[in-house]
């Protein structure tokens, strides 16, 4: 059994192949080993990534699928950028546009602040709820789209006593995904609370006991009656605001600030 040195290869410089009679070679040595002995390209091995299908000057924006992608259409149209590909029957998750270089990818409403932020997007749409949640540290925020509108409220089942249960002072049991806003408004109540951090079929919460109430995202109320709930009190209204990486700002300011204005022409007029 003998070792030889394999020369010419950056992941390793001191990969060897180890050989010897009646037993098969065998790569030793460096990090990449197991990489190469199965052909992965030394990039992929070393964790290298690239923005596929994206040159430096592409406009990526981050959009979640459902209202907002629906409500910002029109937006796009405005600054002549159309959607090519519906995302309720494609499966892809990168989108081209009319427009070669601007493309649209698909993200959970809670992640568009974060790919945005850390420049997995140029810019994106998302709710205030998400912003206030997720921080705005890193993030220009241009516009309020007034799109997507609904608001943030409290609601209980019907049977349940909530101005007793606020009374200063008091405990209350609060399931939500928006911890956030949940724990600073009922602070300024003066009202204790124990917090169930859900991130879906909150109505279930009051009716099986998890929850005293909830703080959850209304837009009709439909679903809160079917349901047997009652909104008792409104935190806030909420919106959809464009958000745009600051460094992408810098660099791609004249695409960026065409889209931005753009924008700014087709925000739908404000209603009392």
Known sequence: MKDIPLSGFAASPSLTLRVGRGTPPVLR????????????????????????GANDMTITLALSKGRIFEETLPLLAAAGIE??????????????????????????????PTYVE????????????????HGS???????????????????????????RAVKQGS???????YTSIAREFFATKGVHV??????????????????DAI?????????LKANHLVEVERIMDISSFLVVNQAALKLKREPLRRIINAFASAIPAEQN
């Not at 850390?118 to 949640?133: H, N, R, S």
């Open 171 to 177: 405990r209350l049991k609060v399931a939500t995904k």
């Open 215 to 223: 703080v959850d995202l209304v837009s009709t109320g439909n679903t």
């Open 137 to 163: 540290q890193g993030l220009y925020q241009p516009l309020d789209l007034r799109i997507a509108k609904c608001r943030v409220s409290v609601a209980v089942r019907q049977d349940f006593d909530y101005e």
């Open 83 to 112: 959607v090519l590909e519906d995302p309720e029957k494609s499966r892809k998750l990168i989108l081209p546009t009319n427009q070669p270089d601007v493309r649209v990818v698909l993200v959970r409403a809670s992640d568009v």
């Open 194 to 211: 124990d917090m169930v951090k859900l991130y879906g079929s909150m109505e279930l919460a009051p009716l099986t006991g998890l929850a």
């Open 29 to 52: 040595g460096g990090p990449c080993t197991a990489a190469l002995a199965c052909g992965v390209p030394v990039s992929k091995a070393r964790g290298e990534t690239k923005n596929i």
């Open 118 to 133: 850390y420049g997995g997007a140029d810019l994106g749409v998302t709710g205030k709820d998400t912003l206030i949640e």
